[in-house]
């Protein structure tokens, strides 16, 4: 007799917590409807740790409070650590010399590529919505840098997209995906070239 084939593993639990980063940022919680809305300083902090491999714990207070000591700023970050931690009941940043994103925290940018692939409407707003961090200079800059990456990932999503829905034949589909292009980079050369394309093989 053969033995059975041992079953795959199950895979674990998702992430208890979700950080919104596209639009106004905020936690999204295991349960449907809850929904903590992130002061700006806490959005930084949670955005930070969780676009960044590691991170020093320094590196981030001073980025967060660059006009404070270094145990000022050290006391400022473990304060809303500890807040974040009371109020999710979940450890979103583990700690330690080093900072990264804990088990119970997911972001919604690789969900929100993956919906725009089978949905043209789908939203993809800017990173952290409005916000700025003009007075923080460190974190204003890393907020640059990332929002360029967020635009580039966004850009090469919808041109995938495009050109999938194109070798469909849903040139309407297609189409959406171009206008959204254009609109994510209106100086993009290629994006408008696609776009004349696809009007002129749906005859306009």
């Given at each position: ?61 001073a ?23 009371r ?9 330690g ?13 690789a ?64 189409l ?23 009007h ?5």
């Amino acid at each position: 007799m053969h033995g059975t084939a041992p079953r795959p593993p199950s895979p674990g639990p998702g992430p208890a917590w979700t950080l919104r980063l596209l639009g106004p940022p905020a936690l999204l919680g295991p349960d449907a409807g809850v929904v903590l809305p992130l002061r700006a300083k806490d959005a930084a902090l949670l955005a930070v740790v969780a676009l960044s491999s590691t991170l020093k714990a320094e590196q981030l207070a001073a980025m967060l409070w660059p006009g404070s000591s270094a145990r000022q700023a050290s006391a400022s970050l473990r304060q809303r650590l500890f807040r974040l931690r009371r109020d999710t009941g979940a450890t979103l940043v583990s700690t330690g010399a080093l900072l990264h994103r804990a088990d119970d925290l997911g972001t919604d940018l690789a969900s929100t590529l993956a919906r725009l692939h089978d949905d043209e409407h789908t939203p993809c707003p800017e990173l952290l919505a409005d916000l700025d961090f003009d007075d923080l200079p460190d974190l204003s800059a890393w907020l640059q840098t990332e929002r360029t990456r967020w635009r580039g990932q966004r850009a090469q999503a919808l041109a995938d997209a495009a050109a999938t829905s194109e070798q469909q034949g849903a040139v309407a589909r297609a189409l959406v995906y171009a206008h959204r292009l254009v609109e994510n980079d209106p100086l993009a050369e290629h994006a408008h070239r696609r776009l004349m394309r696809l009007h002129y093989l749906r005859g306009d």
